[in-house]
């Protein structure tokens, strides 16, 4: 497994294909919704397995004074095997380069257990997101 920092246009059209497959097709999320405004400023991550498959991605942008992890997901062959930890861990690596001391994530409700794990801290009530429940967490880099 190998986690590149996206640099070239390929490889953001393989993060982009990873989050239709799983945001888009497995979750029901609108298009036009899963890819934003946002895009340009955001620094992309980019998970290749062994093979050299890409099989996970997210991203990081400013919030005022907060990085705001998103679009974290991975391929369902590849879930539950440790990758969704090294995201969040890289995206936070990246958020401490660019001077940030905090994160935030808008977290599906059903990951926020693992987000908990990761040291966050649930400080809303579920909202909806894209017609899924969330909750924001937030955590100290």
């Known amino acids: 497994m190998d986690v590149n920092r996206v640099t070239t246009k390929q490889q953001l059209e393989d993060a982009f294909a990873i989050r239709r497959t799983v945001f ?18 955001a620094e992309h991550i980019l998970v290749y397995s062994d093979e050299r498959q890409p099989i996970g991605t997210g991203r990081v942008r400013a919030i005022k004074d907060q990085a705001k992890l998103e679009r974290i ?3 369902a062959p590849y879930r539950k095997h440790g990758l969704g930890k090294v995201i969040i861990e890289t995206l936070e690596q990246i958020a401490r380069e660019q001077g940030f001391t ?7 409700t059903q990951a926020e257990g693992f987000y908990r794990k990761l040291g966050y801290v649930t400080n ?6 894209d017609g899924i429940p969330h909750v924001a967490l937030t955590k100290q880099l």
């Open 73 to 75: 997901c991975i391929l």
């Open 124 to 129: 809303s009530e579920v909202f909806m997101e």
């Open 102 to 108: 905090k994160a935030l994530i808008h977290g599906q």
């Open 24 to 41: 888009v097709e497995e979750q029901g999320v609108a298009l036009e919704v899963e890819f934003d405004q946002h895009e340009a400023e």
